[in-house]
Nanobody, 124 residues
Framework: VQLQASGGGWVQAGGSLRLSCGTS????????MAWFRQAPGKEREYVAA????????DYADSVKGRFTISRDNAKDTVYLQMNSLKPEDTAVYYC??????????????????WGQGTQVTVSS
C-alpha cells in the first residue's frame, strides 16, 4: 500500500484546511486509516482514525468537533477536514494505514504504511 499525503499549507488561526491521503488501492475493509501529527521537538501524536469500511470513526480529544475524517469511494482517498485551526495544530501531518484491531488505532508504532507527511502551519 502506498500513501500520498497532500493539502498542507499556511493558514491563520480560525481558518480551515483539507488534507488528502491518496492510496494505491484497493484497501481491504479491515484496514484502519489514520492521521497523526508531529510538531517540532514533540512525539508523533494521534489525530483521527476510521475503519476503511467506515464502521468506526474516532478523534483525539484535542481535535474533536473541529476535524472530520472521511473517505471518497471513487478516488480511494481519505480526507482530514480541519476547521477552527489553532496555532497548536501546527505540525507535520501524516496519514497511515494498516490492518489493525480498532483498539490499536492511536498507536503510531502499530501502523505498517505511512505517507510522506504534509506541513500545516497555523499563525496566531
Amino acid at each position: 500500500v502506498q500513501l500520498q499525503a497532500s493539502g498542507g499549507g499556511w493558514v491563520q488561526a480560525g481558518g480551515s484546511l483539507r488534507l488528502s491521503c491518496g492510496t494505491s488501492g484497493p484497501i481491504a475493509s479491515n484496514y484502519i486509516m489514520a492521521w497523526f501529527r508531529q510538531a517540532p521537538g514533540k512525539e508523533r501524536e494521534y489525530v483521527a482514525a476510521m475503519r476503511w469500511s467506515r464502521s468506526h470513526i474516532d478523534y483525539a480529544d484535542s481535535v474533536k468537533g473541529r476535524f472530520t475524517i472521511s473517505r471518497d469511494n471513487a478516488k480511494d482517498t481519505v480526507y482530514l477536514q480541519m476547521n477552527s485551526l489553532k496555532p497548536e495544530d501546527t505540525a507535520v501531518y501524516y496519514c497511515a494505514a494498516s490492518p489493525l484491531i480498532w483498539g490499536a488505532r492511536s498507536r503510531s508504532d502499530a501502523f505498517r504504511y505511512w505517507g510522506q507527511g504534509t506541513q500545516v502551519t497555523v499563525s496566531s
